[in-house]
């Protein structure tokens, strides 16, 4: 029997594996998906207070398709030989889907640097929450003032006092100036202390070093600066971006008997633009990559990546949210209505479980236009 072997259990993945599963319909073909957890983690939500309620059991959306789920880490791709090798066994694929997501890219040389905390991963947000449990007025210092950098400052300035260190001289910087007006507001209504220009140099036993000398308090020093694509990209493509994605068509395929999605691809959102390593692109291209996988090896039509509108979602804490639209990045919805739309969008992102026919229906939903986006002339 033919078999889809997909290599990740992100938002990807996920999707990669319902994708196939969607495009298999009654036909003869097995399904692998391998990761080794047993959840999916909602990792846009991993800033929250409580990131175990960020996270979905994979038994609950792959067993009702018909998708086998492999609890291993795979350490080796042989394009050669079709062939994955996980926790030391090798396992054959006739198409391979490659959805290891990202990870955050971690200072070398840092002194201190086994002090930093993180909300990239489950564990690392966990590690978090768990060192300022029953701190009133910690102090806390966020390296980074970009997507995850700007979440997690405001969100932990609902109990103590941020500082928020960046390189750059202006804050969200890669985020471009449309919102900048609207993100200062909210950092100064919520007393978040800025240092721009400016990076950390040390982190001690309660304390951080700046590059310009300071020395702050910091009960914790967050690192949010930068992801890169999974290391097993090297082994699919000689040719990576600077992100480490590897490069794929319009089909989402990096090689003949190869597709990619997520983090891991470097797909072209239009003339201009490539995807952003963000789960609203994750979502349909890993939907495209699973299916077109499996279609291809049941002589069926591959499907294009054709996304929706690019739109940015920011959870600003307690001075609400902000959510923009096109690539420029216009101010659609802030303060509380677009921290109201921030809690839709967080809460679409789940994605069904228990039903396969729920299930289904989502995967062939490609095209995600979200319903509940503000109209311009509601905007203004």
């Known amino acids: 029997m033919a078999h889809v072997v997909i290599i990740g259990g992100g938002f990807a993945g996920v999707w990669s594996a319902a994708g196939a599963a969607l495009a298999r319909a009654d036909a003869d ?6 990761a080794p957890n047993g959840h999916l983690v909602l990792r846009p939500r ?12 994979l038994s609950r959306i792959l067993g009702p398709i018909g998708v086998e789920h492999l609890r291993a880490t795979v350490s080796t791709i042989d394009t050669g030989r079709r062939v994955v090798v996980a926790d030391g066994v090798e396992i054959g694929y006739d198409r391979l889907v490659l959805a290891a997501g990202s990870k955050l890219v971690r200072p070398r040389g840092l002194p201190g640097a086994e002090r930093l905390f993180d909300i990239d991963t489950l564990d690392g947000a966990r590690r978090l929450t768990g060192h300022l449990r029953g701190i009133e007025g910690y102090s806390a210092v966020v390296a980074g003032a970009g997507f995850v950098g700007l979440e997690a400052a405001t969100a932990l300035a ?5 500082l928020l260190v960046d390189r750059s001289e202006v ?19 919520l007393g978040v202390e800025r240092r721009l220009a400016t990076t950390v140099t040390e982190v001690g036993d309660g304390y951080a070093v700046l590059s310009d000398g300071t020395k702050v308090a910091a009960d914790a020093v967050v690192w949010s600066v930068g992801l890169r694509a999974s290391e097993l990209t090297r082994q699919v493509s000689g040719e990576l971006d600077h992100l480490g994605r590897v490069p794929v068509d319009r089909h989402l395929r990096a090689s ?5 999605a997520g983090d891991t691809a470097a797909a072209p959102f239009d003339a201009g633009h490539t995807v952003m390593q963000a789960c609203q692109h994750a979502v349909p291209l890993g939907k495209v990559a699973g299916y077109n996988a499996a279609a291809d090896l049941l002589g069926r039509p591959p499907r294009d990546f054709t996304p929706a509108p690019y739109v940015t979602c920011l959870d600003l804490g307690g001075a609400g949210g902000l959510f923009t639209r096109g690539w420029d990045r216009k101010v659609m919805a802030s303060g509380a209505a677009g921290a109201d739309v921030k809690r839709q969008i967080n809460a679409y992102i789940h994605p069904p479980v228990d039903d396969a026919g729920r299930i289904l229906a989502a995967a062939d939903q490609v095209y995600e236009a979200l319903p509940f986006f503000p109209r311009e002339e509601e905007a203004a």
């Open 46 to 57: 991993l800033y929250e207070p409580e990131p175990d309620l960020a996270k979905v059991e």
């Open 171 to 189: 804050v969200g910087h890669r985020l471009g100036s449309g919102p900048r007006a609207h993100i200062e507001a909210a950092l100064d209504e």
């Open 256 to 260: 003949p008997e190869v597709f990619a």
């Open 158 to 162: 609902a109990r103590g006092r941020v």
């Open 29 to 34: 073909l097995r399904i692998t998906l391998i």
